[in-house]
């Protein structure tokens, strides 16, 4: 399953255990190098899609400051669905390095 960058990132930054809304949009625009900025429109339709295909779950609820806070996790397929990405994404680019005649870059994993 091929995943949108948006969405990819999204799970990508739930690896490490579960965030709220802020914490996801913090963490995507650093996996990114500030290159993806996630509205928040964006990030909790992504969220519900994500959801309801079993790859997230809501794991708590809680008030903040008079602010409704919800935290999100990886699924067990959603874990999966991650990994398998990043493997197909390793893949093609060292496949892309190969074509183009070029060195593995430090610190890229490659």
Known sequence: MALREQSYLILLALADGPLHGYGIIKTVREL??????LGPGTLYG???RLSTEGLVSVVKEEVVEGRHR?????TG???EVVTEETV????LA???QRRLNMRPQPGMGV
């Not at 990114?32 to 900025?37: L, P």
């Not at 197909?88 to 893949?91: D, G, I």
Request: hydrophobic residues 40%.
């Open 46 to 48: 992504a969220l519900d």
């Open 70 to 74: 919800r935290y999100y996790q990886l």
């Open 32 to 37: 990114s190098e500030e290159r993806v900025r």
């Open 77 to 79: 397929a959603g874990s």
């Open 88 to 91: 197909r994404l390793a893949r």
């Open 94 to 96: 060292a496949s892309a």
